[in-house]
Structure formats: C-alpha cells, structure tokens
C-alpha cells in the first residue's frame, strides 16, 4: 500500500499568516490526492480532491498543488477556525490511504 | 442539507460482535458509494470499507477481511457495518462516511459525527 508522509506534524502559527503543509506519497499518486480538516471533536471536512480542487464551499484561501508524490496545502491566510488537523489521502491506489496528519496551532 | 447519523457503539470484550449503523438523509443515498472509516484514540484515519450504490461490490482493507461486513437497504437509507471477532486493536470512532464521485468514489465529502467503539474486558 501508498505510505503518505506529512510534514511537519506541528506547525505553529500566528493569525493571519501563511500556512504551508506538506505531503508525500511513497510512490506516485499523479493527482489522486485529497485533503480533510479535522477540529476536535468533530468529523473529517473535505478541503481539496484532485490534488488542487476545492470541494463545495470551502473558503478561497485554501489551496492545494503538486502531483505524483509531492504535494501542498497552502492557507493563505490563518484565521482562528483553521486551527486544527490537517490530513492528506491519496486514491490513486486500492486502497485509499491517509497521512498521519498535521496539527496548525496557535503561535 | 446532507446528514449522516451513525449508531451502534459501545463497549465489548475482546472477541464479542456489534453492527453500527448509519441512517442518511438530505440526499439520494441509493445514488453513492459509502464508505466506513475509523479513527483509533488520539491517532489518524484508516478506511475500513466501502460499498457500491447497488452493494454489488465490497472491499475491505486487509486488517478487517473476514471479521466485518459491510451492506446497505437503499429502502430505508441506511449504511451497516456488522463486526465480529472485535480486537482490542478495532477500538475507534468509526465514521460513515458519502464517498464523492468527483474523486471517483475514493473521497468522501460527507461524514458523520461518528460512533465510538471500544474493545475492552
């Protein structure tokens, strides 16, 4: 199976800034790459799928890129409800499978 | 609005059996692939097992293959998962999730909140 390695697990970060978060897939995935958030508590959000699509409703700061086995999330600019657990997924190959995830917190 | 409302968790021992299931609703559920994802204490997310529209085909991934079975009744708009021989190691919040067909059924852009199962004597 597709081992996805995200980097790094803890970002800190001050509102407002930049955030960038990435993930690399241990063999190519070409764009079969998706992203989730994940505040606690709650359930997975779907961010991006196709490695830079937006799902429905997601704010235009989000943003994703890259292809075969490295990729990144960018949030352009931090607001107070990003802060949470970022999770890439790669569905390029049965089966889907999910990064360890990284944690943006408060600097 | 589109909701997934899983049920069925709890406590069992090592080896016990327990179905969780998902009632859907805001959306035409016999129209998806619906998957099960889990998600151990403080840890990441493991797909368990998807399901076509018509429940013609199922896959699993291999730490589950014989011990969970996943089906749906389209009628009553409802995802299954029945797990049998349950390990200390299957202890998660398992999530229902809708599988989009916009990353050909591999994504899911709806989850619910989730049901905790915890294996424990």
């Known amino acids: 199976e597709i081992v996805m390695t995200q980097s790094p697990a803890t970002l800190s970060v001050s509102p407002g800034e930049r955030a960038t978060l990435s993930c690399r897939a241990s063999?190519?995935?070409?764009?079969?790459l998706a992203w989730y958030q994940q505040k606690p508590g709650q359930a997975p959000r779907l961010l991006i799928y196709?490695?830079?699509t937006g799902a429905t409703g997601i704010p235009a700061r989000f943003s994703g890129s890259g292809s075969g086995t490295e990729f990144t999330l960018t949030i352009s600019s931090l607001q107070s409800e990003d802060f949470a657990v970022y999770y890439c997924q790669q569905y390029h190959i049965w089966p889907r499978t999910f990064g360890q995830g990284t944690k943006v917190d408060i600097k | 609005e589109v909701q997934l409302v899983e049920s069925g968790g709890g406590l069992v021992q090592p080896g016990g059996s327990l179905r969780l299931s998902c009632a859907a609703s805001g959306f035409t559920f016999s129209s998806y692939w619906m998957s099960w994802v889990r998600q151990a204490p403080g840890k990441g997310l493991e797909w368990v097992a998807n399901?076509?529209?018509?429940?013609?085909?199922?896959y699993y991934v291999d730490s589950v293959k014989g011990r969970f079975t996943i089906s749906r009744d389209n009628a009553k708009n409802s995802l299954y998962l029945q797990m049998k021989s349950l390990r200390a190691e299957d202890t998660a919040v398992y999530y229902c999730a809708r599988d989009s067909p916009y990353c050909g059924g591999d994504c899911s852009d709806y989850w619910g909140q989730g049901t905790l199962v915890t294996v424990s004597s």
């Open positions: 063999q190519s995935v070409s764009s079969n």
């Open positions: 399901i076509k529209q018509d429940g013609s085909e199922k």
């Open positions: 196709g490695a830079s």
